[in-house]
């Protein structure tokens, strides 16, 4: 039989949503601490030492709606400097950020470069530029400016030596996909190549060849992946000023 039911104030009440913790920092503040960094993942390893690094952050909250400010700059082995500067917020998740970086030698990062090249490169690396990023929008950058002094590497016999390589007026878009260049300048240098006899451009060899396809599996049903714009770009003038070029083709019986 039916068991009688329980009278109206007894009935359990439904659960009451846990309260969220916020979590609250007025301000912090690091002043002249180092880090000795080393990486055993690349080939060959990568070390090195991160010093004078000062940060400052202010008003960090959880809460949704609040937003936080902050500073820092450090050395890394006493050339490289970076400066970066912005606001931040944890709810939304959104950040806007100015950076800046001078001295980078090229040639220190190689372990990082070298799965991707197959020679060194050397010049001293520098680049502005002002980041954000929001949920809805995605990844921006505005005002973007790179330039490399010393750009220098050999493939074979041949390579190229250029005083200056600047990439001026960079942005970027992801909700649009899109990547605008205002302005590309080599300047002061040489370059050599030469068109090999299979047809190729001698520079190429400066990337690995692609390696070998793997054996064919069966076939699997693709995953649907979300649709976006495809990918665009535009650069909007190239400069070469003082360059020296030369060219061999190798096509041509002698």
Known sequence: RLAPSAPEGDKPKAAEPAEKTEV????????????????ELPKGGFSTNISEINL???????APGTQAAYQLSLK?????????????????VA???????????IQRIWPYLSPYLTAPLQGTLGLTTELGYRAEEGLSLNKGD?????LATRYGKEGFDLALLQVSGTSFRQK????????????????SLSKEADGKLSIMSLFPAPSAPAPASKP???????????????????????????????????
């Open 176 to 191: 649009d996909n899109r990547l605008e260049i205002g302005d590309i300048r080599l300047a002061q240098g040489s370059i």
């Open 24 to 39: 609250v920092l007025p301000s912090l503040a690091v002043s002249n601490a180092t880090v000795h960094f080393r990486d």
């Open 76 to 92: 890394a082995d006493g050339e490289a400097a970076l400066k970066t500067e912005g606001t931040f917020s944890a709810s939304p």
């Open 220 to 254: 699997k049903k693709a995953k649907a992946e979300p649709k976006g714009k495809p990918f665009s770009y535009v650069v909007k003038q190239t400069r070469l000023e003082k360059i020296n070029v030369s060219f061999t083709d190798k096509t041509f019986e002698e």
């Open 56 to 62: 400052a952050a202010k008003n960090f909250s959880t």
């Open 95 to 105: 950040i806007t950020s100015s950076i800046t970086l001078t001295g980078l030698k």
């Open 146 to 150: 790179i330039s490399v002094a010393g």
